[in-house]
């Protein structure tokens, strides 16, 4: 059986009405929802609905994060600081030759064999084109500040990307990681990577290389994931 996960803002305001009452819920509620806790399905009542899908036309955390389960970056940060690798498969440090000398450039290996939900392989393009889309002014991303940095962004193969600072940059860990970081497929965004960005379809049924896919969105509203 799929295990699904539920989003939705409205519930969780009748969640707090419910508490609000200072009433306890009947018997029958009771034994409902153990027999829902212990079903393949996780129903998150969150505080705000989710209006897009897409990280980089992300409004706030509530889109931001409803994208996290199904788009990845290419590393993101522990509770404790540490770096968590998602789609690369090292860290670049100085000892492994990832970081230049001279700070100015950061060479990222990817993983191999990852594919997109449909069934399209993963590549260094994407990563390329994320970029791209990113910081095109038509496009109008809410995430293009943080990629003002780079000067450019290089597939030297399938599964390497090399990205050029502008000058050194000590920083260079907070560009492709984290929520602003996501990767997009390029083979779904190519035609929209301009004044119509907002209208992919993949801004609201996201093709991703996460743990979880999107079956149904009604933004403001509910989403179904499945895994």
Not at 7 to 21: D, R
Not at 39 to 57: E, G, K, S
Not at 120 to 127: K, Q, S
Request: charge should be negative.
């Amino acid at each position: 059986m799929n295990r699904r996960a539920v989003a939705t803002a409205g519930l969780c305001l009748l969640l707090f009405t419910g508490c609000e009452s200072g009433q306890s819920p009947p018997q029958a509620d009771t034994e409902a929802e153990v027999a829902t806790a212990t079903d393949d399905t996780l129903r998150l009542l969150y505080w705000q609905a989710p209006t897009i899908l897409n990280p980089h036309f992300s409004s706030g955390f509530k889109d931001s994060e409803a994208s996290r389960i199904t788009l990845e970056p290419l590393a993101s940060f522990d509770a404790e600081g540490d770096l968590v690798l998602f789609l690369a498969a090292e860290a670049p440090s100085l000892e492994n030759g990832g970081v230049s000398e001279d700070g100015t450039t950061v060479t990222w290996q990817l993983k191999e064999g990852i594919l997109w939900s449909d069934g399209t392989p993963f590549t260094a393009a994407d990563v390329v084109f994320t970029y791209e889309f990113i910081v095109n002014p038509e496009t109008a991303t809410t995430s293009a500040g943080s990629y003002e940095v780079i000067e450019r962004v290089e597939a030297l193969d399938d599964t390497t990307v090399q990205i050029t600072f502008a000058e050194p940059n000590p920083a260079w860990y907070l560009v492709f990681t984290g929520t602003e970081g996501m990767i997009l497929p390029q083979h779904i965004f190519a035609d929209y990577n301009g004044p119509n960005g907002r209208e992919a379809p993949g801004n609201t049924m996201p093709v991703g290389t996460g743990p979880y896919r999107v079956t149904s969105f009604t933004p403001g509203d509910v989403i179904v994931y499945e895994a």
